[in-house]
C-alpha cells in the first residue's frame, strides 16, 4: 500500500517539481448543517421555509443510515444510539436541514431507548401524519422544513403536555449550548 502510494506522489510531480492539484469544493456529508450554532439555530425558531431536494442530494447529504431513517422511515434500534444518554444542555436540530426542533430543557428519560422530548421547541417545527405500518396506528413526527422522518409521538408522557416525542438519534443532530463560539 505504502510503495502504491509513493508511486502515485510521484506520478504526480512533473520534472522533479511537485504540482498542487487544484482544491475541489465538493458538498459531503453534513455539509449543509456545519456551520451551525447553538446560536445561529436558537436565531429564528420559527423559520419553516420548505427545503425540497431529490433523492440524489439527500444521498450525498446523509450517511447510509441517516437516509434510511430520514428518507425511508426506519427506526434505529433502541438503547445503542447516540442521544438517548445524552442530557447535556443544547438544542437538537433535524439532521436533514438543521430546524431547531428539541431543547434539552424538554428531554427526559422515557425509559424507551429513544431520546425523548415533552414538547418540540416550537408547534409548527415538526408536523405528525398517521403512519399504519407495523400492524399499528402511531402518529408519525417529520420535520416541517424538509419532511424528514423524526420518530412518532405518543400520549404516555410527562406533564405538561402528557406526550412523548419519541425520536431517532440519526434524524437528530445536537448543538451544545457550552460549547458555542458566540
Same mark, same amino acid.
Given at each position: ?12 510531480? /512533473? ?19 456545519? @456551520? ?13 421555509? !420548505?427545503?425540497? !431536494? ?11 443510515s ?10 434505529? &434500534?433502541?438503547w ?6 445524552l ?15 428539541? /431543547? ?6 422515557? !425509559? ?21 405500518? &407495523? ?31 419519541? &425520536?431517532?438519534?440519526?434524524?437528530? @443532530? ?9
Amino acid at each position: 500500500m505504502i510503495l502504491i502510494l509513493i508511486s502515485v506522489s510521484v506520478s504526480c510531480t /512533473s520534472e522533479g517539481q511537485s504540482e498542487t492539484p487544484p482544491i475541489q469544493v465538493t458538498a459531503g456529508l453534513h455539509s449543509h448543517i456545519e @456551520h451551525l450554532t447553538y446560536t445561529i439555530a436558537m436565531s429564528d425558531t420559527s423559520n419553516n421555509e !420548505r427545503i425540497t !431536494r431529490s433523492e440524489e442530494e439527500w444521498k450525498e447529504l446523509l450517511s447510509s443510515s441517516e437516509y434510511r431513517v430520514l428518507r425511508n422511515k426506519g427506526t434505529e &434500534m433502541p438503547w445503542v444510539n447516540e442521544y438517548n444518554s445524552l442530557y447535556d444542555e443544547g438544542v437538537y436540530v433535524c439532521k436533514g436541514c438543521g430546524q431547531p426542533l428539541y /431543547s434539552s430543557e424538554t428531554k427526559y428519560n422515557s !425509559r424507551s431507548g429513544w431520546p425523548s422530548y415533552w414538547a418540540p421547541i416550537d408547534e409548527a417545527a415538526v408536523e405528525e401524519r398517521e403512519d399504519n405500518s &407495523m400492524f399499528m396506528t402511531r402518529t408519525e413526527i417529520i420535520c416541517s422544513r424538509c419532511e424528514s422522518h423524526l420518530g412518532h409521538v405518543f400520549d404516555d408522557g410527562p406533564e405538561p403536555t402528557g406526550l412523548r416525542y419519541c &425520536m431517532n438519534s440519526a434524524a437528530l @443532530h445536537f448543538l451544545p449550548k457550552d460549547n458555542d463560539e458566540s
